[in-house]
């Protein structure tokens, strides 16, 4: 069914807000499409149409993004998502186990829902957390060191609407709906709520600390206190790395990808650029034009991201 009146202008006042924070369009079109999903729960036919008219793409082309990632449904999915990684790590820890005892405890396959709507079950790749394998996710919040009982008594909770908390992160679920409009890019109230990292994440930070160890710095980096180009180990760096990684404290969902709690890059705390941010032309100290600057790789592609633009003309 088409899309009311009022979803679309709901839908429209949102996609504004996407849509301005990327300097092509189209580059929007993974974040339009978790909004659509979590209008409906899954992207239907006539999200893709949505998102194809707001683009100028054809409805095959955003099909073909939406059938790549397996984060879009295409059919309706419970209000629990519950993710098994099986995965290398977590497969020998227990996670093919976990996958194969919830399989019988529900009577549904990979990627089905059970039939009071409330779980689909899908088995899921490596979500770097493997010092906690193995673990299993909820709508994206892991759970922790899972065992098959742990895990049953989980989704037998979710189905009859008690309290969960995840391992880390907020002390709430959200649902799957509220889960893909948080990866449109609309924030809850939890998104710093909770640890980001465990005492297993930080078991190397520890051991670096008390051997006095830090990062060497990038070949050819200049020092930010002394101008100096530099090709050996840092010797200008912070005194631990605790100056250096954005730790102890939770930092919401995206554990250590952000900046330290300074607002400073592991790069810029390490007392130097990385080699690639030099100006290309420039000579290092040592006589060298360092290499030219590389556009960065996008995390994901997108629809739009695969087409060149004649200079100085904007893609739809
Ligand atoms: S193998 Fe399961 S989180 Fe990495």
Redesign the pocket.
């Known amino acids: 069914m088409p899309f009311s009146e009022d979803v679309r202008s709901r839908l429209d006042a949102d996609a504004v807000q996407i849509i301005g924070k990327y300097p092509r369009p189209r580059s929007a079109l993974l974040p339009l499409l978790h909004l659509v999903q979590s209008e409906e729960g899954f992207v239907s036919a006539d999200g893709i149409e949505y998102c194809a008219a707001k683009f100028g793409l054809t409805q095959a082309e955003v099909t073909a993004v939406v059938s790549f990632y397996t984060m879009y449904k295409r059919r309706p999915v419970g209000d629990y998502h519950v993710g098994v ?1 099986t ?4 497969a020998v820890m227990g ?1 093919d186990q976990i996958f194969a005892d919830l399989i019988e405890h529900l009577g549904v396959g990979n990627d089905e829902t059970t039939p009071d709507g409330k779980v689909i079950l899908e088995h899921v790749e ?5 010092d906690y ?3 299993v996710m909820v709508n994206w919040e892991f759970f922790d060191n899972m065992t098959p009982e742990a895990a049953r008594q989980l989704v037998d909770d979710l189905r009859a609407g008690n309290h969960v908390s995840p391992t880390r992160g907020p002390g709430r679920l959200c649902t799957w709906k509220q889960a893909s409009r948080i990866l449109a890019g609309f924030n809850d109230d939890q998104a710093t709520d909770g640890p980001a990292a465990g005492p297993a994440s930080l078991v190397g930070l520890k051991i670096a600390q008390e051997h006095g160890w830090t990062a060497p710095e990038p070949a050819g980096a200049k020092s930010a206190e002394t101008g100096s180009a530099s090709t050996g180990p840092a010797s200008t760096g912070p005194a631990s790395t605790s100056e250096v990684l954005p730790y102890p404290h939770g930092t919401g969902r995206s554990a250590g990808s952000g900046p330290s709690a300074a607002g400073v890059s592991p790069a810029d705390a390490a007392g130097g650029r990385p080699a690639d941010s030099a100006e290309p032309g420039q000579p290092t100290e040592a006589g060298k034009s360092p290499r030219p600057r590389r556009a960065a790789k996008p995390s994901a592609p997108s629809a739009g991201d695969n087409e060149s633009s004649p200079p100085g003309k904007e893609p739809q």
């Open positions: 990684c995965n290398t790590l977590c996670g490596c979500n770097a957390a493997c394998a193995p673990v």
